[in-house]
DNA sequence: CTGATTTCCTGGCGGC
DNA sequence: TGCCGCCAGGAAATCA
């Protein structure tokens, strides 16, 4: 569930408690997540200092001395928790109590101050890697992305070349990170109500005019998210805060049945299944 | 090449 | 109450 407002917003609340921290204890509690740890993982990463913190397509990528970057993906239930250092023993009162981990913390990084960055996916479709920081561009798991859609590669002239001769529905066609990158089934069908453009339209067909709309309005539907999320991050993340999951409210996502949002128009959102996907939209708005 | 389908994994929930 | 089956979904693999 995690897409790319998401994942930037875990990226805003882990980067100022991580970098110029040296990574004190790695500690991988089992072998592999969706595919198995890079060799060497936890030495690899032991005792580095993370100087920089970003976020391609729906991949965090914590950079570290020594010239080599960690990868981490959320999957879809992955959880970055920040757990706070404990209080000094001085102003510490009667016995420490026990505080379970997370369910399904896979990985934890104790940071040099103290602080633990847990990493928990009950589905495990997460992954992590290690990768040559100067290279990244040419690592597998970047080197067929498409433009960010909050970059400059990405508007309706691009969408229109990309869509060109393409005769696959263009909600199926938002998902492929090689089209734009960070769009998932939530906000491709937010994206394209907010557009007016039926999600089973053949890519391929839709005008230029179409083009421009549904680019502004993927831009604008994960601009909106990450404004939302920014805000979430500022109710909770100071004390022990969890990161991965944001309570949104969708205009379209999740409501079968429910009466249309917009003004006027009186429309029930209807729920389609497009290649095993859940596809939510308003047959009044979305032509 | 394109597009559709399957796979991975586990918690949660509907239905009986 | 209990259990079975299905659904959720990112991305890659596989199939037609």
Redesign the pocket.
């Known amino acids: 569930?995690?897409?790319l407002p998401e994942v930037e917003t875990v990226l805003r609340g882990i980067a100022p408690r991580m970098i110029g921290r040296r990574l004190a204890e790695v500690e991988a509690r089992r072998p592999d997540l969706?595919r198995p740890l890079p060799a060497g993982f936890v030495q690899r990463l032991t005792g580095r200092a993370v100087i920089a913190a970003d976020r391609r397509?729906?991949?965090l990528r914590l950079h570290l001395e020594g010239g080599e970057t960690l990868i981490v993906?959320l999957?879809?239930?992955g959880r970055l928790v920040i757990e706070d250092a404990p209080p000094p023993v001085a102003f510490h009162h009667g016995p420490s109590i026990a505080v379970a981990d997370a369910?399904?913390t896979h990985v934890v990084f104790r940071l040099d101050d103290g602080t633990r960055i847990l990493f928990a996916d009950?589905?495990?479709?997460g992954l992590m890697d290690i990768a040559a920081t100067d290279d990244l561009d040419a690592h597998?798991?970047f080197a067929?992305l498409g433009p960010e859609p909050l970059g400059n590669g990405f508007s309706g002239p691009y969408l229109a070349r990309a869509f060109e001769?393409?005769?696959?529905?263009v909600k199926?066609?938002l998902?492929d990170?090689r089209v734009v990158?960070?769009v998932?089934?939530?906000y491709a069908s937010e994206s394209l109500f907010e557009a007016g453009i039926h999600p089973a339209r053949?890519?391929?067909t839709l005008s230029a005019e179409d083009c421009d709309r549904l680019a502004a309005a993927v831009r604008a539907t994960l601009d909106r998210a990450i404004t939302a999320g920014g805000s979430t991050l500022r109710d909770f993340v100071g004390a022990s805060g969890e990161l991965g999951y944001f309570q949104h409210s969708f205009r379209v996502?999740?409501r079968a049945d429910a009466p249309c949002s917009r003004e006027g128009c009186g429309g029930t959102i209807e729920?389609v299944?497009?290649?095993?996907?859940?596809t939510y939209f308003c047959s009044r708005c979305q032509a």
């Open positions: 569930m995690p897409e969706r397509a729906k991949y993906h999957g879809m239930s369910p399904h009950p589905r495990r479709f597998d798991l067929h001769g393409r005769r696959a529905p199926a066609l998902l990170q990158v960070g998932g089934n939530i053949a890519a391929g996502y999740d729920r299944v497009q290649s095993n996907r859940a």
